[in-house]
């Protein structure tokens, strides 16, 4: 088992930041890529951006690209940068974790964190 626990969620006004953490732990001794998703009120949850064990492969949904930045402090951390942030940005973002080296786009994430509340006011 892999325990995710986010935080740095919060309220912000349009065009200001925030940044996202993940820690994992639990059986985290073998390779694993991680991954924001988020879901807004009424709304399937989607994927948001991922990146692999290595820290060197990334990937964006069209609606935050050039926006957010997904990164790996380290084994068991990744951090989401969310930059010039929009209302429509409003969700809870829920971190993920892919057993593998690389995040596969059409798989479904093996372990899923509680969920961390950001609101993007007008």
Known sequence: Q?????????LVQ??????LS????GRTFNSYAMGWFRQAPGKEREFVAAVSWSGGTTHYADSVKGRFTISRDNAKTTVLQMNSLKPEDTA??????QMG??????????????????????
Do not use: F, K, M
């Open 2 to 10: 892999v325990q995710l626990v986010e935080s740095g969620g919060g």
């Open 14 to 19: 349009a065009g200001e930041s925030l940044r």
């Open 22 to 25: 993940c820690a994992a732990s």
């Open 101 to 122: 080296r690389l995040w596969a786009r059409n798989a479904v994430p093996n372990y899923w964190g509680q969920g961390t509340q950001v609101t993007v006011s007008s």
């Open 92 to 97: 809870v973002y829920y971190c993920a974790v």
